[in-house]
């Protein structure tokens, strides 16, 4: 195929869009699916991002292991895409290396934390164990967390006679994407304005997602959420926003706690439904 024929098929292509022109349709939640009709966007507002980036990853060469990469990339997108789904996340897509899920709602940063929290959790004592005892490579799989908050634009693309997929427009996806990316390993980075919706949660919201349960290293002697908050440790560490990246906030928040063997799932339990479980 000639320069030409390529030139002249994406100006037919791109004339047929613009004859449709562009109608933006309110929707309360995030959909299965976007819209393929005509040029019609879906707009949802207070969607929570969380994508997942297994850290690394080109140094697991597929080339020279590929047994290995097989057995890192099936674990770690396995485990992911469960524990988003099981958090209620509305949509789940794959992105090389990395996974993102999509909440929406009112309470969506708070199943969001949820999720992310699970998934660092999952991949330290579950995942990387899994990789280890499956393979004899000099690699640790660990996994890097960011999250944002804000509103999406949805619409299926692609070429006619061929599998079309949604394309994400706005800040969440793209800025959870590069959260993910600047994490340590194992850990969550969330942005400004995620954390300020934790701040300013229920006290048994607060309590669960930014304080600790009393525990440490290996001692279960805490009290849980019935431990005044401040009495205990703050697990977030707040830093400026890398510079590089045209972020939209100054400060990102970082955790690299896990569930508490003893208090995860009373801390999981509040931070979703905001009610101290009995």
């Not at 024929?5 to 976007?34: C, F, M």
Request: glycine letters at 10%; hydrophobic letters at 40%; a negative charge.
């Amino acid at each position: 195929m000639l320069l030409n024929d390529v030139t002249d098929d994406v100006s037919n292509q791109l004339q047929q869009q613009s004859g449709l022109g562009v109608q933006i349709t309110a929707k309360n939640d995030v959909p299965e699916r976007g819209p393929t009709n005509g040029g019609v966007w879906f707009q949802i507002p207070r969607v929570t991002a969380v994508f997942a980036d297994l850290k690394g990853s080109t140094a697991l060469n597929s080339d020279n292991r590929p047994k290995e990469a097989a057995h890192a990339y099936t674990y770690f997108i396995k485990a992911m895409t469960v524990t988003l789904d099981r958090f209620g996340a509305k949509y789940i897509d794959i992105q090389g290396d990395g996974i993102f899920g999509l909440f929406g709602g009112s309470g969506s940063t708070f199943s969001a934390a949820a999720a992310a929290i699970t998934m660092r959790t999952l991949s330290e004592r579950v995942v990387a164990k899994l990789f280890d005892e499956a393979t004899s490579v000099d690699w640790e799989l660990t996994v890097g967390v960011g999250v944002d908050y804000g509103t999406l634009l949805v619409r299926r693309l692609g070429l006619r006679g061929t599998e079309e997929n949604e394309v994400w427009a706005g800040k969440p996806v793209n800025v959870a994407a590069k959260l993910s990316s600047v994490a340590g390993p194992n850990e969550i980075v969330v942005s400004e304005r995620v954390f300020q919706q934790y701040e300013e949660a229920s006290n048994i919201r607060k309590r669960a997602l930014i304080w600790s349960c009393g525990c440490c290293n290996g001692d279960l002697n805490g009290l849980g959420l019935d431990l005044l908050a401040g009495e205990t440790t703050c697990l977030w560490d707040e830093e400026g926003a890398p510079v590089h990246m045209g972020l939209d906030f100054d400060t990102v928040f970082k955790l690299q706690s896990t569930w508490c063997v003893k208090h995860g799932a009373e801390f999981c339990e509040a931070i979703i439904t905001g009610k101290h479980p009995r």
